[in-house]
């Protein structure tokens, strides 16, 4: 049995537009984390606070996913998807960190993080300007 | 088998601070739903968005637990736990949302919500200003 982090934010913007910031490097710079390396496209690997993660899946207008092949013990073979889908006048990303082997405290912290920056990626879309790391949203005293 | 939302925070103040506030009808309504009612104390029961939550437990300086009693059948029979602890020169808030019979799109959503919530009791806490419902960080256009 594993544990996943779920979310969902809905953005002002078109499933194109969210897609395209997923698989490049300065869209992901934009929201998660602007000191990003590497590759967003299918078969890519992308580099965040150290990890990197294997670009799995990439489906115009439908999904994105990500797999953790260098990082923490806590990180390692997770999987992150982004799944997209256009209603109610916006796009809804529904996503998933999956695979968490403990619910941990660790995993608790993440879960609050990504929400953040979930809604940094909302900002980004709608109003040219994310909240991507360093100065991020802080969710305890000194982080 | 069940399905959890995780959170955690860490805030500038005090475990009994933090504990009030969560055992508190004012308290409670700085944070998540100003037209809360209810009694927060031990045995009490809290309406918050038209659902019904028992006051279960709650430790003073340890944790608050609340039963959902009445309400959407995504809801109904889940528990929440706010576990605190004081490390760091702050307390750290562990939250729990268990027992969801399935991972739907409500969860993901809700757990994005919890996530704004738990910053609004935070910032409560650290600037005397929350952002309860109405009046909440919207996480899609419209809500």
């Known amino acids: ?31 998660w984390d602007s000191r990003a390396r590497g590759d967003g496209h299918k078969g890519g690997v992308l580099t965040f606070f150290e990890h ?3 670009v799995t899946d990439a489906v115009p207008g ?6 953790c092949v ?10 992150i998807t982004f799944q997209l889908a256009h209603k ?3 796009t809804f ?12 405290e660790f995993m608790h912290h993440c879960s609050t993080k990504w929400a953040t920056f979930l809604l940094s990626l909302k900002a980004l879309l ?4 994310g909240r991507p790391a360093p100065g991020e949203v802080p969710v305890y005293v000194g982080g």
């Open 62 to 67: 439908e999904l994105v996913k990500w797999k």
């Open 70 to 79: 260098r990082g923490s013990p806590e990180w390692l073979g997770t999987e």
């Open 1 to 31: 049995m594993t544990f996943d982090i779920l979310h969902r934010v809905g953005i002002d913007t078109s499933v194109d537009k969210v897609y395209e910031t997923l698989t490049t490097l300065e869209g992901n710079r934009g929201w």
């Open 93 to 104: 990303v529904l996503f998933k960190h999956a695979g968490w082997k403990e619910p941990v």
């Open 88 to 90: 109610k006048d916006q």
């Open 52 to 54: 990197d993660f294997q």
């Open 126 to 129: 709608e109003t040219g300007k």
